[in-house]
């Protein structure tokens, strides 16, 4: 059974950084597409940045520049580094792969 486990979020001002992470089980993070979501409060949940099992990214446009999606093979898991927060950051976020989903973390920016 896939799993997976967010954790890193909270509350930071415009222009502040969180890390966030996804710790994996039932699957390779290494030998798997990974990929980070968010979804605001009346809004569609949307893709933020994906890593590819060959280590290939791609972004979300309105977070390039700003977000990099990373993984650490020995520890299994996944990261988002999110510079240069704008209040439109302001989701919940969540871990996915092979259609399963972590429980999300609140990521708010706001002054």
């Known amino acids: 059974q896939v799993q997976l486990v967010e954790s890193g979020g909270g509350s930071v001002q415009p222009g502040g950084s969180l890390r966030l992470s996804c710790a994996a089980s039932?699957?390779?993070?290494?030998?798997?597409?990974m990929a980070w979501y968010r979804q605001a409060p009346g809004k569609l949940r949307e893709s933020v940045a994906i890593i590819t099992a060959d280590g290939r990214t791609n972004y979300l446009d309105s977070v390039k520049g700003r977000f990099t999606i990373s993984r650490e093979n020995a520890k299994n898991a996944v990261y988002l580094q999110m510079n240069s927060l704008k209040p439109e950051d302001t989701a919940v976020y969540y871990c996915y792969t092979q259609s399963s989903w972590g429980q999300g973390t609140q990521v708010t920016v706001s002054s």
């Open positions: 039932g699957i390779i993070v290494s030998a798997t597409l």
